[in-house]
């Protein structure tokens, strides 16, 4: 009876002897390395690359020009003028397929410099050397409403000279329709001229009031 009392304790010391081990060995062991873990998640945040860049309102450095002393721009037409057919910008978006490759002029109400339809493939502007602009629409006049349906782009270079622009100037635009992706009108702009400045009307009428 004592003999198999005494196997009994033996085996239960024997076993609490292999558990403590067991528990030391697994308080030791290597951490795994964790890194792969946020990889996978980086991937699945990652969003596909988009043909056309979203738009973003782009505010001209006016300083730049007060620096270079740039002369005042011209509110004159250009000298062929008479090669552009005059027309409204909503006609042009209604059927911009009908004007393509044509010389086009129209006047408009400037609203701002944005990114809208660059460096999209299908009627590519390369963001690095053009800029684009939205005009606002004619045929709305309680509140602004941009006209997304036409791309304006102008050359970065000549877009310095248009510093000055604010929302609301009436200004005439003299381009050539060269696509209609997406069915809209996509317009390179030849020469941009300034009617009135609508900013420096309404200061004018401030100070006299």
């Given at each position: 009876?004592k003999i198999m009392?005494?196997?009994?304790?033996?085996?239960?010391?024997?076993?609490?002897?292999?558990?403590g081990g067991l528990?030391?060995?697994?308080?030791?062991?290597?951490?795994?390395?964790?890194?792969?873990?946020?990889?996978?998640?980086?991937?699945?945040?990652?969003?596909?690359?988009?043909?056309?860049?979203?738009?973003?309102?782009?505010?001209?450095?006016?300083?730049?020009?007060?620096?270079?002393?740039k002369p005042a721009?011209?509110?004159?037409?250009?000298?062929?003028?008479?090669?552009?057919?005059?027309?409204?910008?909503?006609?042009?978006?209604?059927?911009?397929?009908?004007?393509?490759?044509?010389?086009?002029?129209?006047?408009?109400?400037?609203?701002?410099?944005?990114?809208?339809?660059?460096?999209?493939?299908?009627?590519?502007?390369?963001?690095?050397?053009?800029?684009?602009?939205?005009?606002?629409?004619?045929?709305?006049?309680?509140?602004?409403?941009?006209?997304?349906?036409?791309?304006?782009?102008?050359?970065?270079?000549?877009?310095?000279?248009?510093?000055?622009?604010?929302?609301?100037?009436?200004?005439?635009?003299?381009?050539?329709?060269?696509?209609?992706?997406?069915?809209?009108?996509?317009?390179?702009?030849?020469?941009?001229?300034?009617?009135?400045?609508?900013?420096?009307?309404?200061?004018?009428?401030?100070?006299?009031?």
């Amino acid at each position: 009876m004592k003999i198999m009392k005494n196997n009994l304790i033996l085996t239960a010391i024997a076993g609490l002897i292999l558990a403590g081990g067991l528990i030391s060995f697994a308080a030791k062991a290597p951490e795994q390395p964790a890194a792969s873990v946020p990889e996978k998640q980086e991937k699945t945040l990652e969003q596909p690359a988009t043909q056309q860049t979203p738009d973003k309102e782009i505010k001209l450095d006016k300083s730049v020009k007060a620096a270079e002393d740039k002369p005042a721009v011209t509110t004159t037409p250009p000298a062929n003028a008479n090669e552009y057919a005059a027309v409204s910008s909503l006609n042009i978006v209604d059927n911009p397929s009908a004007y393509l490759g044509k010389k086009v002029r129209f006047k408009a109400s400037f609203d701002k410099f944005s990114t809208l339809g660059l460096d999209y493939k299908p009627a590519f502007r390369d963001s690095q050397k053009y800029i684009s602009f939205l005009i606002k629409r004619d045929d709305v006049t309680d509140h602004t409403i941009p006209l997304s349906e036409m791309k304006i782009f102008i050359k970065r270079s000549e877009a310095e000279k248009f510093i000055e622009l604010d929302s609301g100037d009436t200004i005439e635009v003299y381009g050539k329709v060269f696509s209609d992706a997406l069915t809209d009108a996509w317009v390179d702009t030849d020469k941009l001229v300034i009617l009135c400045k609508k900013n420096k009307d309404d200061n004018k009428k401030d100070k006299a009031e």
